[in-house]
């Protein structure tokens, strides 16, 4: 969270970089709506500096319940069940939303206290195939945060969306399809939101 500039600064003439074996927990390493949201906040940083990180993994993927050297893991399993956590869908949501092209925005918040500004996070990508604007969204404060998106010129329209949210300390949560309207978009507290605004033609 307090390193979300780093690769802004890194050296463009310096080697690509795999930025391998990342996870974000808390004291009891439990993997919880807070955690993913702090990794959803990582990969927008990620995604802003594709030109230089070009690949990542999470450490570890899979995991068997009760045979672990290490926790979190992405993905739990027993001899019956898989079991997902929040982070996978987070990982999901950026796979099949990555984009090809990063769109600078001048997204901002009225609070300009840098506190505040750490817990919330942007990506915003075009997709070449489509044509669609992509915009990954992450709240990571207690409150429902109001965004104004005319900055980015697009059209009042309703889009659909995909809204992954919960109480920080919540161990499940699945993505959720939602509308929005995008003249008011609001983020609920402790969220990610996705969603894609079609190409006018």
Same mark, same amino acid.
């Not at 995604?47 to 319940?65: F, G, H, I």
């Not at 900055?151 to 992954?164: D, P």
């Given at each position: 969270?307090?390193?979300?500039e780093?690769?802004? @600064?890194?050296?463009?003439?310096?080697?690509?970089?795999?930025? #391998?074996?990342?996870?974000?927990?808390?004291?009891?390493?439990?993997?919880?709506?807070?955690?993913?949201?702090?990794?959803?906040?990582? *990969?927008?940083?990620?995604?802003?500096?594709?030109?230089?990180? /070009?690949?990542?993994?999470?450490?570890?993927?899979?995991?068997?319940?009760? %045979?672990?050297q290490?926790?979190p893991? *992405?993905?739990?399993?027993?001899? =019956?069940?898989?079991?997902?956590?929040?982070?996978?869908?987070?990982?999901?949501?950026?796979?099949?939303?990555?984009?090809?092209?990063?769109?600078?925005?001048?997204?901002?918040?009225?609070?300009?206290?840098?506190?505040?500004?750490?817990?919330?996070?942007?990506?915003?990508? @075009?997709?070449?195939?489509?044509?669609?604007?992509?915009?990954?969204?992450?709240?990571? *404060?207690?409150?429902?945060?109001?965004? !104004?998106l005319?900055?980015?010129?697009?059209?009042?329209?309703?889009? %659909?969306? /995909?809204?992954?949210? #919960?109480?920080?300390? !919540?161990? /499940?949560?699945?993505?959720?399809?939602?509308?929005?309207?995008?003249? @008011?978009?609001?983020?609920?507290?402790?969220?990610? =939101?996705?969603? @894609?605004?079609?190409?006018?033609?």
């Amino acid at each position: 969270m307090h390193n979300q500039e780093f690769y802004d @600064r890194y050296d463009r003439k310096k080697a690509k970089v795999y930025l #391998g074996e990342y996870a974000a927990h808390v004291p009891n390493r439990a993997s919880t709506i807070e955690t993913a949201l702090a990794e959803a906040l990582h *990969l927008c940083n990620v995604e802003r500096n594709a030109d230089v990180v /070009t690949m990542t993994s999470y450490a570890p993927l899979l995991a068997k319940e009760g %045979n672990t050297q290490w926790s979190p893991d *992405l993905i739990y399993f027993n001899n =019956t069940t898989v079991k997902p956590t929040v982070g996978y869908y987070i990982q999901q949501a950026f796979g099949q939303h990555a984009g090809d092209t990063y769109l600078f925005s001048e997204l901002q918040l009225s609070n300009h206290d840098e506190a505040v500004n750490k817990r919330v996070g942007k990506s915003i990508v @075009r997709d070449a195939k489509s044509g669609d604007i992509i915009v990954k969204l992450v709240n990571l *404060l207690p409150v429902e945060i109001d965004l !104004d998106l005319s900055t980015m010129g697009v059209a009042n329209q309703q889009v %659909n969306a /995909t809204v992954i949210s #919960g109480k920080p300390t !919540d161990q /499940t949560a699945k993505p959720v399809a939602a509308i929005l309207q995008l003249d @008011r978009c609001k983020l609920s507290p402790y969220s990610f =939101t996705v969603f @894609r605004i079609p190409v006018t033609k």
